[in-house]
């Protein structure tokens, strides 16, 4: 299996809600990404869990909650969202960099397009 | 700070002719530099790592340190290459890697 997987494909919530995106991989990657884009932007990067323990949180607000239960399932917890977080919600994972190197590739699923009312 | 720099938003050219996206990037160390493609209803994946100095699709990249650019360039464009194309970088950490997204070059193969 070389596909990351995403569910739901689509997801409306209003802004008292509480949903979960969810992120599978059976690569063996250890470590696993969230990314927000924009319609016509780049994804930016939210947040990376490497052997399954957060490594970089690039400043997102609260109301976003990502969590990582085992190696191959990564979610991310939505509360009290805003209209201006729709967007799409991308993972991705990767192999970790070792003493050998080695390819770290990125692979991405094919998001969770998210509407906020 | 680590940036990268598509300078065009949309390029337009005909069937058969030739290709260059640019790609521009500022980096402190060694940079490690990628080329993403993005299909229309398709995922983003990897077209290219400036690393495997390979040739996809037809494309290629060189890394060029002087004038610190990674452009995309294919001699003979064809219809199915329409897409978005993003240059990035990527950084490293100790535990995980950092990817820094251009702002996309759209790519458009006219008949």
């Known amino acids: 299996d070389t596909e990351v997987t995403q569910t739901p494909k689509h997801l409306v919530m209003g802004m008292t809600n509480k949903k979960s995106l969810k992120c599978e991989q059976h690569m063996g990657h250890r470590a696993m990404y969230w990314y927000k884009q924009k319609a016509k932007k780049p994804p930016e990067l939210m947040f990376v869990y490497s052997y399954e323990k957060l490594s970089i949180n690039e400043s997102v607000p609260s109301r976003f909650s990502p969590e990582c239960p085992n190696s191959s399932l990564l979610n991310l917890h939505l509360h009290a969202l805003q209209p201006e977080d729709s967007a799409l919600y991308l993972c991705a994972s990767s192999r970790l960099p070792t003493p050998r190197g080695g390819e770290e590739t990125q692979y991405f699923g094919p998001g969770t397009r998210l509407l906020v009312l | 700070a680590q940036r990268v720099t598509q300078p065009e938003k949309l390029l337009s050219v005909f069937k058969g002719a030739p290709v260059e996206l640019k790609c521009n990037y500022s980096y402190s160390g060694s940079p490690e530099l990628f080329w993403y493609v993005q299909y229309s209803r398709q995922r983003l994946q990897l077209l290219l790592r400036h690393i495997s100095r390979e040739s996809i699709k037809g494309f290629t990249a060189d890394l060029n340190k002087g004038e610190t650019s990674f452009h995309l360039k294919k001699p003979f464009a064809q219809e199915e290459d329409s897409a978005m194309y993003y240059c990035?970088?990527?950084?490293?950490?100790?535990?995980?890697?950092?990817?820094?997204f251009g702002s996309g070059t759209r790519l458009s193969i006219r008949p």
């Open positions: 990035a970088l990527r950084e490293p950490y100790s535990s995980a890697s950092k990817i820094i």
